[in-house]
T-cell receptor, first 112, second 115 residues
């Protein structure tokens, strides 16, 4: 079946603009994760959804970051008033059993 | 807090030679350990995982890893590398599947294969 998909694959934006990143998990996967991959910080966990709820948002880097998941499926990560330090690859992963996280190809965000 | 250390940022190996990538972890509970591989422009692919039982685990693409609790290590090995193994390798620790805190990753080891 289809894997985790993310869109867009690349996003270039100007500082101060808002961006939305989308993640389509594998059908039926109840848990969804967002990570950020940057040169300086490596891979960082951002947020976890079980169904539509995110019990803990403390991993989000700042209050400019928000995430939601609707219908237990698609998730969007929104970054408001983007800054240059937000430039990174944003990865999404999903899992059903909890044995393995399946990762999408990522969205490369560049903030000019 | 848990942490993962991959001491080698880059490793260069000749094609056909053996490979060992090091991983040390710090984790308060029984660790669940993972090795992922990332090719340029791609997402992460799971190579193998350790939850319990036999400390030598086999993965895809001919990789294996050994869990050593006394050394807090989970090193990745392959007896003979192929040019297609050139990629970034990440060791990760967490609860089974990630839980509510996700996985904690090492900084990665960039593997270069010499012809």
């Amino acid at each position: 079946g289809a894997g985790v998909s993310q869109s867009p694959s690349n996003k270039v934006t100007e500082k101060g603009k808002d961006v939305e990143l989308r993640c389509d998990p594998i059908s039926g996967h109840t848990a969804l994760y967002w990570y950020r991959q940057s040169l300086g910080q490596g891979l960082e966990f951002l947020i976890y959804f079980q169904g539509n709820s995110a019990p803990d948002k403390s991993g989000l880097p700042s209050d400019r970051f928000s995430a939601e998941r609707t219908g237990g499926s698609v998730s969007t990560l929104t970054i408001q008033r983007t800054q240059q330090e937000d430039s990174a690859v944003y990865l999404c992963a999903s899992t059903l059993t909890g044995n393995e996280q399946f990762f999408g190809p990522g969205t490369r965000l560049t903030v000019l | 807090a848990q942490s993962v250390t991959q001491p080698d940022i880059h490793i260069t190996v000749s094609e056909g030679a053996s490979l060992e990538l090091r991983c040390n972890y710090s984790y308060g509970a029984t660790p669940y350990l993972f090795w992922y591989v990332q090719s340029p422009g791609q997402g992460l692919q799971l190579l193998l995982k350790y939850f319990s039982g036999d400390t030598l685990v086999q993965g895809i693409k001919g990789f294996e890893a050994e869990f050593k609790r006394s050394q807090s290590s989970f090193n990745l090995r392959k007896p003979s590398v192929h040019w297609s193994d050139a990629a970034e390798y990440f060791c990760a620790v967490g609860v089974r599947g990630g839980g509510a805190d996700g996985l904690t990753f090492g900084k990665g080891t960039h593997l270069i294969i010499q012809p």
